[in-house]
């Protein structure tokens, strides 16, 4: 098929581009950059540049690009975009990837529409952000707990589900160029347990998030789907393990209270009342095999 990837050149695109090509696949794919426009070729596709928020820029581009389907993996969240990581300001982070998801996905269905595209592909998040009651592990059909970003990711789902499309939620990104940051903040004991770790993360490594996303693109797949591994766990479990991967000192522990004062609401949420996600559906209905079915190995390999 002809394949069109929104936001072909970040951390998640540039591990599916590879497999789609792998399999067959002629690939088309965006950056805002004209300087990852080699990178793109280099990955097997053609580069375009296209503006994701210009609704003339991006009905041009799949206009020309005349693909069978489109995947949208646009994100705002490069430093580039939205400055350097802040939980304490967390709605400010997150506001250019909530307008990709609100603006972006419009404008990508609207043109898929006019180029009779008939199928779409659009990502989704599902790590911690399940509903706060209840069981600690979430299915699809659970909503997920209203926040400022959950409204925009409640409305990309709504659309693309409404177009007869796919939305994948993929857990907390792990692997090559996906958690640098966090796991450096780990070796320098800046990424604290706070309360008793109670809240649970559901994680994925992103050459599995990328099999998922082939395979949907491939089965025309229709729905919700939840693109996580197949063991949610409390961060009392997961942070003490990741940072002995990167032969880091135990993290340190700070009382709710305390975290909420220095690292705002949404970290403490995440670490004390988080929820975690099951991809039963996703490997029933979509053949999914996981390379990494927990954590646990992905850590131990991607940190040896």
């Known amino acids: 098929m002809r394949v069109f990837v929104a936001g072909g050149s970040g951390v998640l695109g540039r591990r599916l581009v590879p497999q789609l090509v792998a399999r067959g696949h002629q690939v088309t794919a965006t950056t805002t950059s004209p300087a990852k426009l080699d990178l793109l ?25 005349r693909p069978d389907a489109i995947v949208n993996q646009m994100t705002g969240l490069s430093e580039a975009h939205a400055g350097k990581p802040t939980m304490r300001n967390a709605d400010r982070f997150f506001a250019p990837t909530n307008r990709l998801r609100t603006e972006g996905i419009d404008h990508l269905l609207a043109a898929a ?20 009651e209840g069981g600690w592990v979430k299915t699809e059909g659970d909503p997920l707990q209203v926040v400022e ?13 409404r177009a007869g499309g796919a939305v994948l939620r993929y857990g907390g990104f792990y692997g090559p160029g996906a958690n640098d940051d966090q796991v450096m903040m780990v070796r320098k ?8 770790g109670t809240g649970y993360t559901s994680w994925v490594h992103i050459d599995d998030a990328a099999s998922a996303t082939v395979l949907a693109v491939e089965q025309r797949a229709q729905g919700v789907f939840n693109i996580v591994d197949d063991e949610p766990a409390p961060v ?69």
């Open 41 to 65: 070729a280099r990955l097997g596709a053609e580069g375009v540049v296209m503006d994701g928020l210009d609704a003339v820029s991006v009905g041009e581009v799949v206009a020309a690009a």
């Open 113 to 132: 529409e006019a180029a009779g595209v008939s199928h779409v592909v659009a990502q989704s998040h599902a790590s911690f952000n399940g509903i706060r």
């Open 149 to 161: 970003g959950t409204k925009a990711i409640s409305h990309l789902e709504a659309a693309v589900v």
């Open 189 to 196: 004991r800046m990424f604290p347990l706070v309360g008793g």
């Open 236 to 304: 009392s479990e997961w942070l003490p393990y990741l940072a002995k991967c990167a032969e880091a000192k135990p993290p340190r522990r700070l009382p709710a209270w305390l975290a909420r004062l220095l690292a705002g609401e949404m970290v403490v949420g995440m670490m004390t009342e988080g929820r975690g996600f099951s991809n039963a559906k996703a490997r029933r209905e979509l053949g999914w095999e996981l390379r990494y079915p927990s954590w646990r190995q992905g850590f131990r390999e991607e940190l040896a």
